[in-house]
């Protein structure tokens, strides 16, 4: 069984460009959630995708946006960044409805921005 | 407001000791899950105990368990026989049955001393 993934590990943007971060969800489910995770902070939830849908989305402004493709995996876009976009983004994934609360996280993205 | 507090931002314990760490949270839902995570500087966030709210016994994991007083909204961590690799940062969370989010505290970083 495979594990959840996400890709790259790091990077480095400048503020006011965009950025694409890669999620692949452990083998057999269907949900992926985004949450970003502050330095000292506990992680806070962005957005969910359930069978490519958004599902659900936190208190983040609209440059926040993500995609799930037909295999489960997912995107989560940031546009015109800001400083404060620099944190650790994690993807978790669970299976179905049924089990949201079951969330597998990834080892997360760490995002700066100079 | 659905929020959780976690009071010790730090702790500390002799290896092989127990300690315990503290969270308390907040909502208005009596039906929802509670766990504790532990992130570890390798960052991926790890599921330690999980709790299910209608569940009046405490969740036991080897040498975790917590002590859960719902009434009360505490969901404490008890650490036996504390070891090197459990240093890490631990995060309190809950969510909703049939909720995306998870809900989490600002964390505890625990470290154990040899």
């Given amino acids: 069984e495979t594990g959840v ?55 983040f402004p609209p440059r926040f ?29 669970s299976l179905g409805s049924s089990r949201f609360y ?4 990834g080892p997360g993205t760490r995002l700066t921005v100079t | 407001a659905q929020t959780v507090t976690q009071s010790q931002p730090e702790m500390s314990v002799q290896e092989a000791e127990t300690v315990t760490l503290s969270c308390t949270y907040d909502t208005s839902e009596s039906d929802y899950y509670l766990f504790w995570y532990k992130q570890p500087p390798s960052r991926q966030m790890i599921l330690v105990i999980r709790q299910e709210a209608y569940k009046q016994q405490n969740a036991t994991e080897n040498r975790f368990s917590v002590n ?13 026989d504390s070891q090197l690799g459990d240093a890490a940062m631990y995060f309190c969370a809950f969510i909703i049955q049939g909720a995306q989010k998870l809900v989490f505290g600002q964390g505890t970083r625990l470290t154990i001393n040899p």
């Avoid at chain 1, 489960?72 to 800001?82: D, G, I, P, Q």
Wanted: proline share 3%; charged share 15%; aromatic share 12%.
């Fill in chain 1, 102 to 105: 079951e969330q597998y996280f």
């Fill in chain 2, 68 to 80: 859960f007083q719902k009434a009360a909204k505490s969901f404490s961590l008890k650490i036996s």
């Fill in chain 1, 5 to 59: 993934t996400q890709s790259p590990t790091h990077l480095i943007k400048t503020r006011g460009q965009q950025v694409t971060l890669r999620c692949s969800s452990q083998s057999g489910h269907n949900t992926v959630s985004w949450y970003q995770q502050a330095l000292g902070q506990g992680p806070q939830f962005i957005f969910q995708y359930y069978r490519e849908e958004e599902n659900g989305r936190g208190n």
């Fill in chain 1, 65 to 93: 946006s993500g995609l799930q493709f037909p295999n489960y995996s997912s995107e989560l876009n940031v546009n015109a960044l800001e400083l404060d976009d620099s944190a650790l983004y994690l993807c978790a994934s």
